[in-house]
């Protein structure tokens, strides 16, 4: 499952400014029941799923380089690296401690067992499904919109225009406000363009 971007990023974006803000220099105490807290809200909300692939994307990438300088060998790179990153998968557990600290620096424990109980509900679970596509459905809603306010404000501002300017300076817009013509200025004859010449 992919969580809502929106959402997500609102909450990365928080827990981003906290590492500038805090520095592990001014690292504070925090509990041992505020920091569990802290985890269980970060991974009710799946915000460390996007550093899944880190690890074996490395490997895949580090094979790639190791393997083409020495192509008789890719059993055993191809082994060797797998044995080194599987070494390493531990770590990744470290990422999950530093992230929860960040959280508990920004919410309070309870805070944070609020967020862990409504993203562990029903309503929770779905807005992390959903939250992908009602965004995608947003950002085509605002598009249409933005069109449509972008259109009108054209076709206003040319008859706006048409008042301002003498007689013959700028044409009326056509009567169909979706016609792309209808916010060009045209002056001259034959309705040409303004600053178009009838001749090359």
């Known amino acids: 499952m992919h969580p809502s971007q929106t959402m997500r990023s609102g909450l990365i974006a928080v827990a981003a400014f906290a590492v500038l803000a805090f520095g592990s220099a001014n690292a504070q105490e925090i509990g041992e029941s505020h920091l569990a807290a802290a985890r269980a809200a970060v991974n009710s909300i799946e915000s460390t799923d996007q550093f899944d692939n880190i690890l074996l994307n490395a490997a895949t990438q580090v094979k790639a380089d190791l393997i ?117 200025p045209v002056t001259g004859a034959a309705g040409a363009p303004a600053g178009s010449s009838s001749t090359q």
Do not use: C, H
């Open 68 to 184: 083409g300088n020495n192509p008789n060998l890719q059993t055993q790179i191809s082994d060797m690296v797998d044995d080194a990153a599987l070494a390493l998968a531990p770590r990744r557990n470290d990422l999950e401690n530093e992230v929860a600290r960040v959280y508990a620096k920004l919410f309070t424990e309870q805070e944070l067992n609020e967020i862990a109980q409504f993203y562990g509900s029903e309503a929770g679970k779905k807005l992390l499904r959903q939250g992908p596509l009602a965004t995608r459905e947003m950002l085509a809603a605002a598009e249409v919109w933005t069109n449509g306010i972008v259109r009108d404000l054209r076709v206003a501002s040319v008859n706006g225009m048409a008042a301002l300017m003498p007689e013959g300076g700028v044409a009326s817009p056509t009567t169909d406000p979706t016609d792309p013509a209808a916010a060009a």
